[in-house]
């Protein structure tokens, strides 16, 4: 029988073995997000300074949106790194910490969150605001890849399969729904839809649950009135100027006043108070009025460069769960961007959603720099081809 000492001796061979197979990371993805985080804060105090000075919860600060991103941004970056230097493995087996956190967040805000605009989407703890459907959206993705790495050869049956990551889908959208936030339910039912399709589940069960989907959306749709208005507003924004399609109409006079080289820095028109929530939702409009259509081709190259090495270091990881995982943080990050900028240029129905890295909004920006640094980590368990 194996003695103790040997067996120790054995678990830190097997460490030192894993730190010298595990390789560099993509500093490619590293540079672009670290590119995005700056440009980020010059968006962000160009668009909300004038704002700022005007909006009494900013105590007519016109640093009041830059002060608060650079101190998350102080927080996030760091802690990507740190990420980034822990192996991914040992996020698996938190797989039921993350998940019970998510549903614990979830179930109070909806007790103490905050109501704000007709619903309660944010949670104080200790003076600090966080959106607990940001976290609950990766807490749900670790949990599923976790599971679907596991149970590999069982992901192609229902019971087995489909049901139980099903059932962990439900509770957190039909939680986030009661916030409610219809928009954010939908991004997660579509992040479990793509990451049962990636786990190998059955096709026509896959499809089944689409229409299913589907069909639920336009249900959940009509059953509130201002819901079914941002559906059908955004397709004739001109039909009510001052109320549904007032936003949308601010964001198209941006866009297109930016012209193909922009006004500049800085001089953006749409900003001075008559564009609402232009440090954030609609940040990617004031960055094109002020860069042009060049300033908003670059930013979307760098994002599309993110999610293509994403997918790359999904494809060649060395372990099941870090390939669904690099794929999974991947599509949302790409899904993410295209809800965003789709809802700006009209492409998408109005719904707040952050731009990710330049965006104001601490929560989004800590998870999603977390999110990168998990992919990092992962970047470094891979062939060099593959």
Partial sequence: MESRAAKKQSVFKRLREARLTRGKMDFSILLVIS???????????????????????????????????????????????????INYRMVERLRSVFMAISLILLVAVLLWGQDLNGGKRWLNIAGISIQPSELAK????????????RHKNEMNTFRFGMLPMLIAIGFI????????????????????IVLLYLGGCNLKQLFALGILAIIAFFILAQAADYRMDRLTSFSNPESDPQGTGYQLL??????????????GLNNSYQKLL?????????IFAI??????FIGGFFVILMYG???????????RCRNRFGSLLAAGIS????????????????????????????????????????????????????????
């Fill in 138 to 149: 990766f807490g749900l993705m670790i949990f599923m890849c976790s599971y679907m790495a």
């Fill in 331 to 386: 599509i949302v990050f790409g899904f993410q961007v295209f809800v965003n900028i789709g809802v700006v240029t009209g492409l998408l129905p109005t719904t707040g959603q952050a731009l990710p890295f330049i965006s104001a909004g601490g929560t989004s920006l800590l998870v999603f720099l977390a999110a990168m640094g998990l992919l990092l980590s992962i970047s470094r368990d891979t062939n060099p081809r593959g």
């Fill in 274 to 282: 008559y564009m609402t929530y232009g440090e954030s939702d609609f």
């Fill in 305 to 315: 460069w993110i999610v293509f090495r994403g997918i790359v270091i999904a494809m």
């Fill in 250 to 263: 601010q964001s198209y006079y941006a866009i297109g006043s930016g012209g193909f080289f922009g006004k």
């Fill in 35 to 85: 590119v995005l985080c700056a440009f980020g804060l010059v968006m962000i105090f160009s668009a909300s300074y004038y704002y700022a000075q005007h909006y009494s919860g900013a105590n007519n600060d016109s640093f009041y949106y830059l002060k608060r991103q650079l101190v998350y941004l102080l927080i996030g970056y760091p802690l990507m790194l740190l990420i980034s230097l």
């Fill in 173 to 192: 959208a039909g939680l986030v729904m009661l916030q409610p936030n219809m928009s954010m339910a939908v991004i997660i039912g579509f992040i479990g």
């Fill in 287 to 292: 960055l094109c009025e002020e860069f042009g």
